[in-house]
């Protein structure tokens, strides 16, 4: 069956624009996970929804970024006013439920603030 | 401090060597510990879990949790090219999954 999948694949931006990010996750996971991978860095943690609602929102960084999910399925991670810092792979996850220690991973959108 | 300490390597070992990846931590809250692998440019994809203190097989791979020491380890026997990927450990807290840093592995043939 489809994976994860998430686009773009890539992202060119300059510093200061907006981006919007999207990730639909496998068809009935009701959990999905947002996390970024700098480089030399590990998976952060930065959201997780159960459903429509985001009962972990701890590990966003700034009040730059926010993210939403609308009919239980795809979901969008948005940046605004883009700083080189936020150059990362971003990854998305979901799982059947929030309980479940297996996440599946898409692909990642690789992100380029100039 | 990490929550979770990982060397980066990389490590470089020649076909058919024995690989062993480690990591630490410092939360005793940890519940699952797992292993994911990530090749070039794709997302991490589970490879090995286990929950309590012990060793669990699986093919040529063995994870090894020490919950007294907070040390796992994951044993690559019989290493192929193929396994020339990144190896993340991660451990779940609640209903997220706090990862290393992850160590690149490069097998030669």
């Known amino acids: 069956g489809a994976g994860v999948s998430q686009s773009p694949s890539n992202k060119v931006t300059e510093k200061g624009k907006d981006v919007e990010l999207r990730c639909d996750p496998i068809s009935g996971h009701t959990a999905l996970y947002w996390y970024r991978q700098s480089l030399g860095q590990g998976l952060e943690f930065l959201i997780y929804?159960?459903?429509?609602?985001?009962?972990?929102k701890s590990g966003l960084p700034s009040d730059r970024f926010s993210a939403e999910r609308t009919g239980g399925s795809v979901s969008t991670l948005t940046i605004q006013r883009t700083q080189q810092e936020d150059s990362a792979v971003y990854l998305c996850a979901s799982n059947l439920d929030g309980g479940s220690y297996e996440q599946y991973f898409g692909p990642g959108t690789r992100l380029t603030v100039t | 401090q990490k929550e979770v300490e990982q060397d980066p390597g990389p490590l470089s070992v020649p076909e058919g060597a024995i690989v062993s990846l480690n990591c630490t931590y410092s939360?005793?809250?940890?519940?699952?510990f797992m292993w994911y692998r990530q090749y070039s440019r794709k997302g991490p994809e589970l490879l090995m879990y286990?929950?309590?203190?012990g060793n669990k097989e699986d093919g040529r791979f063995t994870a090894q949790v020490d919950k007294s020491s907070k040390y796992i380890s994951l044993f690559i026997r019989d290493s192929q090219p193929s396994d020339s990927a990144t190896y993340l450990c991660?451990?779940?807290?609640?209903?997220?999954?706090?990862f290393g840093a992850g160590t690149i592995l490069r097998v030669k043939s």
């Open positions: 991660a451990m779940q807290y609640g209903n997220k999954l706090v």
């Open positions: 286990t929950y309590s203190s």
């Open positions: 939360n005793s809250a940890f519940q699952y």
């Open positions: 929804f159960q459903g429509n609602s985001a009962p972990d």
